[in-house]
């Protein structure tokens, strides 16, 4: 197993939840794909074990998208333009009573559009540029982690700046994508109730082009 973005984020997690993220990958104007597992290794036939966890992410603005299950992804056609997406179904709480810890997911394909609009995401600074920024409500967070990882699935730790952004200048063409994590004290209402811990995943896919 790769060694994990955060190991303490990791060892708070049931083993079920270690090191998964949910990333989105699109191609031009074609289908939106949803996936669930480890973007630092090779994806398993079939998908991730855990993606029958993967059952009903949310499209930002698009309530009505059909989601459609294939062999390691969910599929949706969606109008031309950037995606993005959140799930906080994929893990049941875990841990005792009164000190339950959950996780939410985020996650955004393409780079067109300069400026978030989940709660925790990493968006362009300008429409298709190099730079991207960290926030969490609209407000920048500097100092915190990110991993790039390449096409290749090689991955490289970048740490925000002053201005919660980091650079991802990429010299091959391929899909990349960003991951960032954060921990946050409750108390929290997720669907199986209150946590008192809630860890956010929030990636973003893009692709440079050749």
């Known amino acids: 197993m790769r060694i994990p973005l955060l190991a303490a984020l990791v060892l708070c997690l049931p083993a079920a939840a270690q090191a998964h993220e949910i ?71 875990w841990g005792p009573d009164g000190k339950k810890e959950g996780v939410v997911y985020y996650a955004r394909a393409g780079r067109a559009e300069p400026r978030a609009k989940l709660p925790f995401e990493l968006a362009p600074v300008t429409a298709n540029g190099s730079r991207f920024v960290l926030t969490r409500d609209g407000k920048p967070l500097p100092g915190a982690k990110v991993a790039l990882y390449a096409p290749d699935r090689s991955k490289t730790e970048l740490t925000t700046d002053a201005d919660g952004t980091v650079e991802t200048s990429a010299a091959k ?29 929030t990636t973003t896919s893009y692709v440079v082009p050749g």
Not at 60 to 68: E, K, M, S, Y
Not at 176 to 197: F, K
């Open 173 to 201: 063409p391929g899909r990349y994508l960003l991951v960032a994590s954060r921990t946050e004290e409750g108390p929290v209402a997720l669907p199986g109730g209150n946590a008192s811990l809630v860890y956010r995943i």
């Open 23 to 93: 990333w989105i990958e699109r191609d031009g104007s074609g289908p939106a794909r949803v996936y669930l597992g480890e973007p630092g290794e090779p994806m398993p036939v079939g998908g991730d074990p855990e993606f029958a966890k993967l059952k009903a992410p949310r499209i930002l603005a698009r309530p009505g998208a059909v989601l459609t299950r294939r062999a390691g992804f969910l599929e949706t056609k969606l109008p031309a333009g950037d995606v993005r997406a959140w799930d906080d179904t994929v893990f049941a709480l």
